[in-house]
């Protein structure tokens, strides 16, 4: 039987959901999962698109199919996008029997959409690293790491929202030791995970990078994408058309920022 919850808690839940979601940022999912159970499925749906990133990926896994369900259904729109951008496919088919067959029209257009948006593609082969670490320990902590595979740093604050992309050279380097890595993060403007797959694609960020990260409509970090993956789910196999004045542009770009790498290795990120 569920724990009934004092009626000014409850009241918080519907009010302040963003507050709540901060308090309960660090609790097990286990405490969390009877939290929403107690809850009207409005505010359980509401406090669940605020938890941070990973919190709510995990969670998602472990959740009763039935309540998954209910929340989707009673959530604002930006809510029920943001729980289903989280949502592994693996749990569509249980959450869809879990509802009449007559009713589940609405959940259908909900899950499909995801599927046509970059939210669908991310990667989530990144590392993740809290805007207050300084740069020593994330060195330390990464040459300490068995995988040596390369893969973005993403800076994130305590609610997992994306703040930029670390530069290594820049994060090793001498100057920078002392310093927390969300001061020398590159702000790298992401892509939002409810955006099509081919209007994903027209970017300026590509001209400078070949994969980028993707957020929610809270900010909060859904992972990484590449080019490549987006064109193949746009059908966009045809070659660029470059001209001459494009060529120099996109060389003499690539060239000064191989030339800022460069100097943020040898001298840091300028205070």
Avoid at 143 to 166: E, M, N
Avoid at 232 to 243: K, L
Avoid at 246 to 261: D, G, M
Wanted: net charge neutral; with cysteine.
């Amino acid at each position: 039987m569920t724990e009934q919850r004092d009626p000014l808690l409850l009241q918080f839940a519907s009010d302040k959901p963003d507050e709540m979601a901060a308090l309960l940022a660090n609790s097990e999912l286990r405490e969390l999962t009877e939290m929403l159970e107690s809850l009207p499925v409005a505010s359980a749906a509401s406090l669940a698109a605020r938890l941070p990133s990973w919190q709510l990926s995990s969670l998602l896994t472990i959740m009763d199919a039935a309540l998954l369900a209910r929340m989707l259904r009673a959530a604002k729109t930006d809510d029920a996008v943001a729980l289903v951008s989280h949502l592994n496919e693996s749990r569509y088919e249980s959450i869809l029997n879990a509802v009449p067959a007559p009713e589940r029209r609405s959940l259908y257009e909900l899950l499909e959409f995801p599927s046509y948006s970059v939210a669908s593609l991310v990667s989530t082969e990144f590392i993740r690293v809290p805007e207050n670490t300084s740069c020593g320990v994330f060195c330390e902590q990464l040459s300490a790491s068995a995988d040596t595979s390369a893969r973005p740093v993403l800076v994130v604050d305590q609610q997992g929202r994306y703040r930029g992309i670390l530069s290594l050279p820049a994060a090793y380097s001498r100057r920078n030791r002392s310093r927390p890595v969300g001061q020398i993060a590159t702000d790298v403007v992401p892509l939002n995970g409810n955006t099509a797959a081919n209007q994903a694609l027209i970017a300026r960020q590509w001209m400078k990078y070949s994969e980028l990260p993707v957020v929610d409509s809270r900010h909060r970090v859904l992972g990484v994408v590449t080019r490549v993956s987006l064109e193949r789910v746009a059908g966009d196999f045809a070659p660029m058309q470059f001209n001459l004045e494009r060529v120099l542009s996109e060389l003499a770009t690539a060239y000064l920022s191989l030339c800022a790498r460069v100097l943020e290795s040898v001298f840091g990120r300028p205070k």
